[in-house]
């Protein structure tokens, strides 16, 4: 049998898995659809993942734990995965899905698995610039292929192929080589750099970083598609550059959604604040009915995320100051009454002069008034008080509703993320002991007063 439009010995694949998390996530159907000068010919099997499956899959699928319990396990099957994967071109509809779930399962095994693969999501596009959607749904429709069973492995597979002829029936050969060549092309990196990073960074969004020899960090940065912004660092455009002579290497974390790449970005760069005693923050204390007045107070002595009256974050005395003066400044406040000038009880400030103080500091304006004007200027910098009675788990899901970040926090504290409530307890009982971060503070408190993410409440275990 000729084949005309295969180049190379193709192996359509396609997967169905319990979720879309490639760390906790397994699969459970494979289907295969092999086409070479010899013919074309298909396999499929259930796979037992040693998890349950989930409701939302099984109506996706139509697969469930009771039909996948005594199916073989990936280890049984991999004599036969590996015997039709040899000497073909993985094609696979986001092919990095497929392509990762099963490097993922292979390396359980102690197995290193690498293979050449294509991407007809990416070979759609560069094909058909200019349709908007290439999604297997919108391509189904587009080319008018008869469809079996979706989400089902063998029948997606199968669509595949059918999709591949359409192509090669409607369009020169010539320009669909031409397009896998740019697509499979790959960008060369710096000789420093191992050259199956290609191979293994995901298109998923998170957060990546780029570091130099010392470890110090050259890039770090959130993204919607990890594997597409780190590569673009790598384009011909960008060599010579002290980046390309610099890195020696590269981190990332993939997340399902904003708060958890945030979360990401802040480790991988190293971004914790200094020393917890360097950390200060504006409290007001009041000295006498109705006059209230700043003070200076230290993360390490009082715990931010519980005490009353607190505004501002500063790393060190210093910024305190500055940034107090500037209030002072814009509100008329009186330097003497705030902290910021020396002087006897009752002797005007030298603001006074000036007419940027009204007099509180020598009996020229009531204390009270001096006190409103202060708490109104510092309103905005007003810490928030940790709104729990313990730890918390912000629960966040992919696009798709597949991967959930579970992200622990207690006191403005960030303790971990795990993609599961059954690893909630076991992530309390490890819990780290961390300072209060600023930035942590901030991203957390963003999100909860957007009121767009779950809050699923805990208890601090106790140890027995």
């Not at 396609?14 to 289907?31: C, H, P, Q, S, V």
């Not at 020169?172 to 740019?182: L, Q, Y």
């Not at 960030?414 to 309390?428: I, R, S």
Request: aromatic fraction near 8%; charge should be neutral; hydrophobic fraction near 40%.
């Amino acid at each position: 049998m000729d084949f005309p439009y295969v180049r190379e010995p193709l192996l359509f694949v396609d997967l169905e898995t319990t979720g879309a998390n490639f760390a906790t996530d397994r699969i459970i159907e494979i289907g295969f659809v092999e086409v070479d000068q010899q013919g074309v010919r298909e396999w499929s099997s259930l796979v037992n993942p040693g998890m349950p499956v989930s409701d939302f899959i099984t109506g996706l699928t139509g697969i469930s734990t009771a039909m996948v319990s005594s199916s073989p396990e990936f280890e049984t099957l991999v004599p036969i995965i590996l015997e039709k994967l040899r000497g073909r071109l993985l094609v696979a509809h986001n092919a990095r899905f497929d392509y990762t779930f099963l490097k993922r399962e292979f390396k359980r095994l102690g197995v290193e698995f690498r293979m050449p693969n294509l991407c007809t999501v990416k070979l759609s596009r560069k094909l058909f610039p200019q349709h908007h959607r290439h999604n297997l749904d919108s391509l189904v429709e587009r080319h008018d292929i008869a469809a079996g069973d979706r989400h089902r492995a063998l029948a997606d597979a199968r669509i595949l192929w059918k999709l591949w002829q359409c192509w090669h029936e409607s369009l020169p050969s010539e320009d669909i080589h031409s397009a896998i060549d740019v697509i499979s092309g790959c960008p060369e990196l710096p000789p420093q750099i191992d050259a199956t990073l290609i191979e293994d960074l995901p298109e998923s969004p998170g957060a990546y970083a780029l570091y130099a020899e010392d470890g110090s960090v050259l890039v770090v940065k959130r993204s919607a598609n990890i594997r597409q912004q780190v590569l673009k660092h790598f384009a011909v455009t960008k060599r010579d550059t002290a980046l390309w002579r610099d890195i020696r290497l590269v981190k990332w974390r993939e997340s399902a959604g904003e708060l958890g790449a945030r979360l990401n970005e802040l480790e991988l760069g190293s971004a914790a604040p200094g020393p917890a005693d360097e950390l200060c923050s504006w409290q007001l204390v009041e000295h006498g009915k109705g006059d209230f007045r700043p003070q200076l107070v230290f993360a390490d002595k009082v715990d931010f995320a519980r005490a009353n009256d607190l505004f501002g974050l500063y790393r060190n005395r210093r910024e305190a100051g500055v940034a107090l003066r500037k209030l002072a400044d814009v509100h008329n406040l009186c330097p003497k009454l705030i902290g910021l000038e020396e002087g006897a009880s009752g002797e005007a400030c030298r603001a006074v002069k000036h007419k940027s103080c009204r007099g509180g500091c020598c009996g020229q304006e009531k204390l009270s008034l001096h006190s409103a004007r202060l708490m109104t200027a510092l309103a905005k910098f007003r810490l928030n008080r940790w709104p729990y009675e313990g730890p918390v788990a912000l629960v966040e899901w992919d696009k798709f509703g597949l991967r959930a970040d579970y992200h622990l926090i207690d006191n403005w504290r960030y303790l971990g993320t795990v993609h599961d409530e059954a690893a909630l307890h076991e992530c309390l009982l490890n819990r780290r002991e961390t300072a209060f971060a600023p930035e942590i503070y901030r991203i957390i408190n963003k999100h909860l007063k957007a009121g767009k993410i779950r809050v699923l409440p805990l208890f601090r275990p106790t140890l027995s």
